[in-house]
């Protein structure tokens, strides 16, 4: 003879087995998320901030402080890559864009295949 399982019952079992394994699995996807180091943030931040007001030279000047602060990651640094890279782009000074878009501090993550040969 068989049993029959009260449905009420097995789907809060299943409830409670599906949100067990996401509360588990939430905080380690979480930990794994690039962060800015606390020296470098709040210059990066601001230079963002520069950006974001089309004031590209100041924008530029602030990111190559960051470029000089000891104590940032290799994150940072390709934060402030990417944004020097797009400042440049629209000062329309290519040269200078070119130099940062190649730049990848990131190479064990990176897709790019210039980044994966290294």
Not at 77 to 94: E, G, R, T
């Amino acid at each position: 003879m068989k049993k029959k399982m009260n449905l009420p019952a097995a789907l809060f079992a299943s409830a409670v087995i599906a949100f067990g394994t996401c509360a588990v699995v939430a905080p380690v996807q979480a930990a794994d998320k690039p962060m800015n180091s606390k020296a470098a943030g709040k210059p990066l931040q601001d230079a963002k901030k520069l950006v974001d007001a089309k004031n590209y030279q100041a924008a530029v000047a602030k990111l190559k402080e960051v470029q000089g602060i000891s104590g940032k990651n290799a994150y940072d640094d390709f934060v402030a890559n990417q944004m020097l890279s797009y400042a440049y782009l629209k000062m329309n000074n290519f040269a200078e864009r070119r130099r940062f878009s190649s730049r990848c501090s990131l190479r064990s993550s990176c897709r790019r295949p210039s980044c994966r040969r290294a």
